[in-house]
């Protein structure tokens, strides 16, 4: 789990993760402070196995953490990912 500062009601930053080899959850990215409701999280790939995405990846966010999960099958390996987490009105 990584915990990330929020400011303003955004947050950005990378997370890296070892994948489980299984499809399901991945990791859980918690915020220092909530969001007001639910933000909009956006993942942009870090490496060669996020851009090559085998494992369908998705995620699923709350006021205080998003997760990501995997649809398929990921394979053991370091994944590695930029995100934004922004507020919606």
Known sequence: MT????DSFS???????TATGKAGLQTIVKF??????QPSVQLT?????????????YVVATE???SI???FTAAKAPYHFYYTAVEVK
């Open 3 to 6: 915990t990330v500062d929020v």
């Open 11 to 17: 947050a950005a930053g990378v997370v890296e993760f």
């Open 32 to 37: 220092s402070r909530n969001f007001p409701k």
């Open 45 to 57: 790939p870090g490496n060669v196995n996020a851009a090559v995405n085998n494992m369908g990846y």
């Open 64 to 66: 205080g953490s998003f």
């Open 69 to 71: 999960f995997a649809a």
